[in-house]
């Protein structure tokens, strides 16, 4: 028989609909407990006790979140029904009320409580099924546990917990499901070779121990054609509920989040050919920047129009790399919780992933390094390109003070031109109205008029030379002066 597992209740704090059973140890009695109901009311209930001062105000939800997601109690033999979904695009960022609502139209068919808004993980009872529900940053996931096995092995009719209509009404898409058959190990371990020969693909099949030989873990990565993968658990007599909950629990993630990581592959392939493009035009780019012929504007508009698409790029594939690399991890993570050993030199999951799965995710690796390689030389080709227009600058400055010193020098040929027509021109109206004035002594002296303006001509013409260059001097004295003027 396998027990209800714990539940976990959902965020809200509606525990009063919540079932715990209190495990004696393998073969606990399933009696109920009112303490250990009393302790996981207040560890689902989301309105925490009033801090003491000292605490932090986060203090207590931050520990409950510790416990918010209790691995399944389960014995063998059991069956568990399993799916996650997930929106197409941008499913960080999606509307969670659509997943509540969904999970509520599952709930209603059963007479189970509805979830309570803004509920992240959620148990209760669907018929003879204790489902657990679970809201993560880009999927929701839901587990049906249930007593016994089916008599076909593997029989899709057991996934009807959660009805085809229901599932296609999903806000996302179905990214992973999963049946599992946890059943008991016979004595000799041998016998459940020809099981494992006859449920799964000979090419694609693992077996392997887990956890110190306390169970065996079968399956093949293939979906069946009623869109299941399937696996089977042989657990020992000995496994106690709480560690044959937490293996199937570490089956469920790390299916979940190999199919999540391997969303990445898809992307960096569709990356890699539109790179192998930009790739091209980057390397002409470059090597035509050492061509004086064409302008700097073209080069630059070309240079501008490759980085924009390449950060565009960047920002577009930037979530998903980052995601898969978190998800990887996740998976690796699993499978070293999962202690395995070789079961019968049948082919282990660490040998299985080292084949099929590392490979995609090197590429996923390589396009996403090769994109921030590219976005480098772009950057580098910007710097070689204003070095480029620095040096063009420089020159065309060096051109235009070349100018300027050769206009000021004709602008001083000039002045001084003008500085000589101009002391004739003085010293023309100066001679004149001086000869008007000493005419009459000249003509009282005896002295002709053409003689007097004669011998008055030098004497102007030297002063008002004089004159003029005081004047200039005077200039050039106060253009240089202390104080600027």
Avoid at 70 to 89: D, G, I, M, Q
Wanted: aromatic share 6%; net charge neutral.
């Amino acid at each position: 028989m396998c027990p209800k597992p714990v539940p976990a209740g959902n965020r809200a704090g509606h525990h009063e609909n919540i079932h715990h059973e209190n495990m004696t140890g393998p073969g606990g009695s399933g009696l109920r407990n009112g303490a250990n109901r009393a302790f996981a009311a207040g560890m689902n209930d989301t309105a925490d006790p009033v801090p003491d001062p000292i605490d932090h105000p986060l203090r207590y939800r931050m520990v409950n979140e510790l416990h918010a997601r209790p691995s399944a109690r389960l014995r063998a033999p059991c069956t568990v029904v399993y799916a996650a979904f997930k929106e197409p695009r941008d499913a960080a960022n999606r509307d969670r009320s659509a997943d509540l609502a969904h999970l509520a139209a599952l709930t209603a068919r059963h007479g189970a409580p509805a979830p309570q808004p803004g509920a992240g993980h959620y148990a209760a009872p669907i018929g003879r099924h204790e489902l657990r529900w679970e809201s993560h940053t880009e999927f929701v996931s839901y587990a049906a546990f249930a007593p016994g096995l089916p008599q076909r092995a593997f029989d899709p009719a057991a996934a009807e917990v959660f009805p085809a209509a229901w599932q296609a009404a999903a806000p996302g898409r179905r990214i992973a499901a999963a049946l599992v058959q946890v059943d008991l190990l016979p004595d000799d371990p041998t016998e459940i070779t020809p099981m494992l020969e006859s449920w799964f693909a000979a090419d694609g099949l693992t077996a392997f121990w887990v956890l110190d030989e306390a169970a065996v873990i079968a399956g093949d990565f293939r979906i069946d054609p009623a869109g299941f993968m399937r696996f089977a658990i042989f657990v020992g007599p000995d496994t106690g509920p709480g560690r044959i909950g937490r293996i199937v629990q570490r089956v469920l993630e790390l299916e979940t989040y190999r199919a999540m990581a391997m969303l990445g592959l898809p992307r960096s392939q569709d990356l890699t050919r539109q790179l192998n493009a930009l790739d091209t035009r980057l390397s002409a780019l470059m090597e035509g920047m050492s061509d004086d012929s064409r302008s700097t504007e073209a080069v630059l508009h070309d240079l501008l129009d490759l980085s924009s698409q390449l950060e565009g790029t960047a920002m577009q594939h930037g979530f998903r790399f980052g995601a898969t690399e978190a998800y990887e991890a996740i998976v690796h993570d699993r499978i070293r919780t999962l202690r395995e050993s070789r079961f019968m030199s049948r082919q282990t999951l660490s040998e299985f992933m080292t084949r099929r799965f590392e490979p995609a995710m090197r590429t996923v690796r390589s396009a996403r390094q090769r994109l921030a390689a590219m976005l480098d030389r772009a950057e580098r080709a910007g710097e070689l390109l204003r070095t480029r227009v620095d040096v063009q600058r420089r020159a065309q400055n060096q051109a235009l003070l070349e100018r300027m010193d050769r206009r000021a020098d004709l602008q001083l040929r000039l002045q001084h031109t003008v500085e000589g027509l101009s002391v004739v021109a003085i010293s023309y109206y100066a001679v004149g109205l001086l000869g008007y004035a000493a005419y009459p002594l000249a003509q009282m002296a005896g002295i002709d008029k053409a003689l007097l303006v004669a011998g008055l001509t030098p004497a102007v013409v030297l002063a008002v030379w004089g004159a003029m260059r005081r004047i200039r001097a005077g200039l050039h004295r106060a253009a240089g002066g202390p104080d600027g003027h």
